[in-house]
Each structure stands twice: as C-alpha cells, then as structure tokens.
C-alpha cells in the first residue's frame, strides 16, 4: 500500500493517561450540562449505532458536537479517529471552533471533519492508483464536463441539438449518485440518451482516467468503487475510523449512503441525525429513505427523537409546522417552545421585485438604529434567503446604492468569471499537464496565432500518438508539423508548461510568486494591460485578488481542490454584513432576522421544479419553505412581488401558493409601501416605521444616474463602496466632470476627482485608493446616492 501519511499510520491505540481519564470520568463534562434528557441520551450512547430524528432547530447539530467532545473527552478516540460529515465546509470549521472552545487545542487535530466530497478527495488521492488516476488528478466543474460530452456526443456523430449534452450530463450524475459504473447501470435503464447513454458514459469515464480528471460525482462513486474491491484497504478506515457522525442525513444519496455503510459496517459506531422535513436534494439523488432504512441496516439502532426547539419563537415555529403540514406522508413530529411568541410572521406585497429590495434595504436600516423589537441587530444577524440565485442581483445592485455592506454565500460568483476560470487553467497545467481541457482554454489566449487548424492538428497528433495535448504539441514541434508564427509561440508554451510543472514538482518557490510567474510568462495579465475595453482594469484587480486568495493555501494544488469543492468567497468574515444566500445554502443555519423574499408561483415553488417531478418537487418546494422560515429566531418577513424582471423580461407575478397556506393567526399582513397600492392585503393596517421618515425622499433607484450605470454594467459588483452618505437627486446632472467633483464608481465605489486627462479620470477612491477610470464609467456621487438621515 502506497503512501500512508502519519495521520493514518499504525493501528491507533489510546494513551493509558487518556483511557484513566474516560473510565474515572476524571474531567468534568459541562457541556453535558446544556443538554435536555433526549439530547444528553443520544450524547452519552457512544458505542453502537444512533439516529437522531428531529425537527429544525431541536438541537441536532448541538447534539452531534457535544457528541464528538464527549467521544475526545472520554478518551474513546483520538481526534483524527473521528470521521464526521458535515454539509458544507464552513459548517466543519464551525463544528471545530465548537469543540476547540471546549476543549482546546485537541479540536486542531480533527482532520476528518468535513463534507462528503472533501473527505472523498482526500481519501482518493491516497489510492487514485486503485480506480487508474494519478494522486494530482483535477476536479472538473460542471462548465468542462459538458465540453467534454459535447466533444464526445460529436464524436458519436449524435445530433446534440436533439440530444443535449446536458441532458447526458444529468444521466450520468444520476447514475454517479447511485453509485453505478457503466458496468453496473440496470438494462432497464439503457434506453437513456436514446440508447447510447451507457456506452457514451463508458467513454466518458474513460476519457476522464486519460486526462487524469474526475467529476464531482466521481468522488464519491470511485471511493465506494475502491471500498468494495479492495477490502484490505476498507479495513485500515474501518479501523481507523472509530466513530462516525453525520449531519442533515435527509440528504445523503444512495453512493454516499454506501460510503457510510462500507465505513461503519463492522464496528457500527454511527450516529446520523437529520430532519425528513429538510430534505431538499431530491434533485441531486437524495433519498429519504436513507432515514428508514437506517435502523434495518443497524439493527437495534438507538432512536432518538427531538421535539423542543430552542430557535424560533412561537409565531414562527406555527407558521412553519402550517406550512410543512400540507405535506402528505411525513414521518410526521410535534414541535414546541419554552420560549416567547414573539412577533408574527411579516407577509407584504410589492409592485415589483426592485421594490423589494429597496424596502428589504430599509427595513434592514431601520432594524439596524433599533426600530424593531429585536435586540441589538447587527448586519451578522440579518439574511435574506432566496429561491433562485438570480434574485440576488436586485438585493446587491440595492445594497451597493446605499452602501449596506453585504456577502453572498455559497455562491461561485468569483471564481466563475472568465479571467479567474483561464487563470486557473493555466495553474491547472502548472500543476496537471496533462489537463487537455486547461490546455484547450489557453492554448491560444493570449493569441498565439494557434487557430482552428494548428489546434486540430495538435489534436490529431495527440490522438494518434495516444498522449496528452501537450505531448501532441511537443511531437508537433519536433518533426516540423506545425509552421509561420504559431511555431514559435507554441514552443515556448509547451516550454512554458513545463517549466511550470516542474516549479510545482520541485516545489522550489512558493506558490504564490509561481502563480505571478505564471501569469506574467504567459502573457496573460499582459494581454489585459493592453486590453483597451472598460472591463480589463476591473480584471486585472480580480487577478490580483485571486493572486491574493492564494495566500490561504499551502500550495496550487490545495488551492485549485478548494475552488472546485467550495466555491465560496467568505473572506472578510471580520466585517459586519448582511448575508444574501440561497434558501439550499442556508439548511442548518440560523439568524435573529430572516427575510424571505419572491414568493411568488413559478419561482416558489419553482416552475421547474413542479414540472420535472410533479407533485414530488412541489412536495419539496414546500420543504424549503419549512427550512426557510425555520432559519429565524426573532423576526421572519416573507414577501412577494406582482412584477419581476427575470433574464432581463418582465413577467407579472401571481403570489406563491405557499403564501395561502400559512395559517393566519400567526400572521400579520404589512400594507405595501409606495404609490402603487398594488398588492396584497390592502385593508390591513399600515406597518413599517421605515417609511414615515422617509416621505418626500427622492427614489435614487428611479434616478437617470442609476439608470445609466445599470445599462453600462457588464460585471457583477463585487466590493462595497463605503456608506453612503450622498445628497438628493439633481436633474440637471451633467457627465463632464471637474477637478474636485465626487463621483461613483459602481466597483470602487465613491471617489473624489484629483486630476482630469482628456477622458480620462485620475479619481481618489475612498476605499480602493488612486485609479484612472473611464469618465463614462463613474456617475456624480449625488445622482445615485440619498439621504438616510
Ligand atoms: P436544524 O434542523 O435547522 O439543523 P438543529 O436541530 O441542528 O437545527 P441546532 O442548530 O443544533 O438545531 O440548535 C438550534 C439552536 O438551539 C442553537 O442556537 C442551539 O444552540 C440551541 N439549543 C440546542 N439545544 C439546546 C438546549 N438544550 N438548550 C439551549 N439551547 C439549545
Ligand atoms: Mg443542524
């Protein structure tokens, strides 16, 4: 067996001085203490299989740490015995700083705390050999899985108008969440992708092993592959492990169920705890069942079940059991709290989704001065929880207005724009070069004069000598093949790569210079220099922040398996923001005030998901309802809007279903603001303290200023301008400036004008220092901004 590292070496054995610890009960257990009786059973059961099945905000995930701290603390296992899966990676380091307050620095060594796909990764590349990888295989994203297909459904002479690459790539992913190799896809299922789907899967893998790739699903599917085929391998984690822990187990599909099983089989030390009501990955293979089947796989399983929550007021918590009991066959729970009543459920309707925002804005204004019941309410504690990311754009474009910093969650905003994918590409090869796809993407960026035909026939050469692009190029080069410029260009890419690769192997500088090194040799950032369009100098910052995102990591290779698993940007987490994420992204999580917006038929429920599984999806949708509404402690505002702009159309909107559904005495219906008078619930008293002292204020969102900046924007904002502190909308705003005028920036953010060049601005930027902008990107500070006090 190859390369065990110390934190898998021998067969692990408990200090005697731990061991007289546990069986003395020496250290005294506090955190026990904190439990109710339900909880403290489930913590203190530490051998044996448990289920914990409960409703949201019970106290699961409390439960499960308190479990690993008493696990560490009873000297059962060391901390890297203890494999737990979490949802997501912030929720692991959450966990961590759990058991480190408890416990100190012991939480440091829990190495194997983590999602399902982080620890895949790590496990794969102990034994890549074992499903023909090498241990430096990438990780695809979804953008080159279907460049691969595409190339391959060409190659089939499949016509991919009928036969979409996508719909091969969700064929293939239900397969991978089932844990099925194309060996193993059941016949009846081989009519898929008009009955080539088995055989171009069958390529796909393969194709995949050559370019030394996975995709996300491989993760999990080639560990269980490696389990079941190599017992001696599965033992070392069996005993290894010693206990497992597993969070939101209502969403684990069939392979990661599999992965569990194989892992707890012998010693059966497992303790899953989860909601049926969260379920909300059906889409992604998830299944219920799991939950049912737990105590059939480990017979005389401890079931523990929750019913006090100690989250959500009571309004809140009845308006989401009305809500979820529209459900047919749950498992079904009561749930009730020691606390407060608290303030209904807010339900208001708007003209149209910018609306929204903007009162969603100020209502997080007003909450912030105190208006609201709410003690204390910091931006921290603030979330808005959409159905569709494409809500968010209204909430950011609002946010940035009025300067109220902000953070989107879980989204793969950054590292999915066009500059940070190529440079990746380029550190992919660094580290992989036989990556075809990097090579694909760069080849010829910056131009290097390689086009169609020089590449089809690096392509040709490659395939026939049955090698990596980058060996096609070299072969090329060597016999001549290739001629005029391109010729000389490509050598000193491929020289270029393998200067590169052997950087990375040698690992004689540091990453982070190699990265810059990169960049620079390449031409890549220099064919930005010379870019002469609005957006380049906005790239070349994004290179450099990325450049800087690497100082988090150890090396490109950490960094790259960080990119393709997290895809979240959380850095900052020192300042004060409101959190804008999905409602998927915001299970298990929890905020005093939780806003919900666009509850509207057709984005939620989502049409989409209504029409691919019927009564299913909507049973799901309904589901994320449930988690919605049960993320909020203190104050819960659902809203809607009767217009909406989505992908640039306006749809008029019919209030979502779910709305009717909730049940009315826990409810207080707000009269919608502004002119329009449009919405729900009109005889309903008037609410909302934010609007009295804002009569007669200018709507900067209506204002020309604003206008202009949303037709001229072409990239996403990604930093907050400092707080807005601007005057009332002036008509007569002119677009030339003078030295001294204060201006907007809709990426920089706010900005005094030091000196003017023909149309050229050298603008002093409050937050992001001196630049020289385009006079037609920045607008007068006061067209867009107002007056909050
Ligand atoms: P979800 O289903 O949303 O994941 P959960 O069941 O995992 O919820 P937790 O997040 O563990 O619930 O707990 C919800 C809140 O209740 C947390 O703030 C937690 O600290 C608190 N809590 C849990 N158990 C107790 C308890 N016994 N006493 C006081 N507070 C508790
Ligand atoms: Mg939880």
């Not at 809500?391 to 590292?415: C, K, N, S, W």
């Not at 000389?488 to 270029?496: K, P």
């Not at 790569?497 to 982070?512: F, K, L």
Request: include cysteine; hydrophobic fraction near 40%; proline fraction near 4%.
């Amino acid at each position: 067996m190859e390369d065990w590292d110390d934190s898998l070496a021998p067969a692990p054995k408990i200090p005697l001085s731990q061991r007289a610890l546990g069986q003395g009960g020496a250290r005294p257990a506090p955190y026990l203490d904190d439990l109710n009786p339900a909880q403290r059973e489930a913590v203190e059961a530490l051998d044996g299989p448990v289920l914990m099945l409960a409703g949201a905000g019970t106290g699961k995930t409390k439960a499960l740490t308190s479990r690993i701290v008493h696990l560490l603390n009873m000297g059962k296992a060391r901390p890297n015995e203890i494999l737990s899966v979490t949802f997501t990676n912030k929720a692991a380091r959450e966990m961590k700083l759990r058991v480190g307050r408890l416990l100190g620095d012991v939480a440091e060594g829990m190495a194997w705390m983590g999602t399902f796909h982080s620890l895949s990764v790590k496990i794969l590349r102990r034994h890549a050999e074992l499903v023909g990888l090498k241990s430096n295989f990438t990780i695809l994203d979804t953008d080159d899985q279907l460049r691969l297909l595409k190339q391959l459904i060409a190659a089939n002479n499949i016509d991919e108008k009928r036969w979409p690459a996508r719909m091969m790539a969700s064929i293939i992913d239900s397969w991978k969440n089932r844990a099925l190799t194309p060996d193993r896809v059941p016949s009846g299922e081989a009519a898929a992708y008009n009955n080539r789907g088995t055989e171009i899967y069958e390529q796909y893998q393969e194709r995949l092993r050559t370019l030394n790739a996975t995709d996300f699903g491989d993760l999990l599917l080639h560990c269980v592959v490696i389990f079941q085929k190599h017992p001696d391998v599965l033992e070392q984690y069996q005993r290894w492990f010693r206990y497992i822990l597993v969070d939101e187990y209502q969403d684990t599909n069939v392979a990661q169920y599999l992965w569990l099983r194989l892992l707890a089989q012998s010693h059966r030390n497992i303790c899953c705890v989860g909601d049926d009501d969260q379920s909300i990955y059906g889409w992604r293979g998830a299944e219920v069942g799991n939950i049912l089947r737990f105590e059939k796989d480990f017979p005389g399983a401890k079931v523990v079940r929750l019913e006090q929550n100690y989250r959500s007021t009571a309004h809140i918590l009845a308006a989401a059991s009305g809500v979820i009991a529209a459900n047919a066959g749950r498992l079904g729970k009561t749930l009730w709290t020691a606390g407060e009543m608290g303030e209904k459920l807010r339900l208001i309707g708007h003209w149209d989704g910018e609306e929204e925002a903007r009162w969603i804005g100020e209502e997080i204004e007003a909450a912030q001065r105190g208006r609201r019941n709410i003690h204390a309410v910091s931006l921290n504690q603030i979330a808005i929880l959409v159905r569709a990311s494409h809500q968010m754009r209204a909430f950011e474009d609002r946010f940035l207005t009025i300067g109220l910093p902000y953070r989107v969650i879980g989204g793969p905003r950054f590292y999915e724009r066009q500059e940070i994918r190529d440079a990746m590409a380029y550190f992919r090869l660094a580290v992989s070069p036989e990556d075809d796809l990097a090579f694909e993407r760069v080849v010829n960026l910056p131009k290097r004069g390689l086009g169609d035909k020089a590449q089809g026939d690096i392509q040709r050469e490659a395939r026939g000598l049955g090698l990596p692009l980058l060996e096609g190029a070299r072969s090329l080069l060597a016999r001549a093949g290739i001629g005029g410029k391109g010729a000389g260009q490509l050598r000193q890419f491929v020289e270029g790569v393998d200067r590169w690769h052997a950087a990375v192997v040698a690992a004689s500088q540091s990453h982070i210079e190699l990265a810059e090194i990169i960049l620079d040799e390449s031409g890549y950032t220099t064919m930005w220099q010379n870019d002469k369009t609005p957006e380049a100098a906005g790239r070349l910052e994004n290179l450099k922040e990325l450049v800087k995102a690497l100082e988090q990591f150890d090396s490109l290779q950490g960094f790259l398996e960080h990119v393709s698993l997290i895809m979240e940007n959380e850095s900052e987490e020192a300042v004060e923001k409101v959190s804008i994420m999905t409602l998927h992204a915001a299970k298990g999580l929890e905020f005093p005030v939780v806003f919900l917006p666009g509850w509207e038929d057709g984005l939620f429920p989502s049409q989409r998901s209504m029409d691919e599984s019927g009564k299913k999806g909507l049973e799901e949708e309904r589901r994320l309802a449930y988690v919605g509404i049960t993320r909020a402690e203190q104050l819960c505002t659902i809203s809607f809007a009767s217009n909406r702009r989505v992908y640039g159309q306006w749809q008029s909107q019919l209030p979502s279903r779910f709305i009717d559904e909730l049940p009315e005495d826990h409810v207080a219906v707000l009269t919608p603001p502004g002119l329009y008078g449009g919405g729900y619930g009109a005889a309903a008293p008037s609410y909302g303290s934010s609007l009295e002292d804002r009569v007669g204020k200018a709507d900067p969102y209506n204002s020309p200023g604003w206008k202009r900046m949303q037709d001229r924007a072409t990239t996403r904002p990604m930093a907050q301008p400092r707080e807005a502190r601007a005057v009332t909308i002036d008509a007569a705003a002119v677009s030339s400036f003078v030295t001294g005028d204060r201006v907007f920036h809709q990426k920089f953010g706010y900005g005094d004008i030091v000196g003017i060049e023909g149309d050229k601005l050298h603008i002093e930027f409050d937050h992001a220092g001196a630049k020289m902008i385009v006079a037609r990107w920045v607008v007068a500070a006061h067209e867009v901004g107002e007056v909050p006090f």
